[in-house]
């Protein structure tokens, strides 16, 4: 962990790999670091890093406390010009997000429907399989599909 949030740009690019294989495969070790893992997001730091924190995040149970920085920090990565890995990651954990918080789920809706017109094919089909987890009310209509 060390070496993930203060490591040079290489080092934190590879440590970035090690931490997602490790907190998929053990998640108690990252518990210690959800407040580090969640606040070097709004750092500047190297798309590897944003791309396996985000990507381990689609399937972590986020603090409470961490689920509203969490949420500002991946609306910022959706409406911004992150690759489209981050973006398609950002998408899921808002998703996950707004099961438990409905207004996510309004103003993610407003966002990739903002988006669709111009996406590429990666975001729109992450935005497709994430807006089929909606209630029937808050879908999307089919013409941008």
Sequence with gaps: MSLFLNGEYRVTQRAAFVLRFCAENHPALVEPYWDELISNLEKTVPAAV????????????????LQGQLADICFNYLIGSEPIAIKAFAMT??????????????ELKIIIQDQMPHASPGFLARARR????????????????
């Design 130 to 145: 994430v807006l089929r987890e909606f209630p029937p009310a808050l879908r999307v209509n089919n013409q941008h599909f």
């Design 93 to 106: 954990v808002l998703a996950n997000l707004a099961k438990t918080e409905p207004d996510l789920a309004n």
């Design 50 to 65: 944003k791309r396996n924190t985000v990507r381990y995040l689609q399937q972590a149970c986020i603090p409470t406390h």
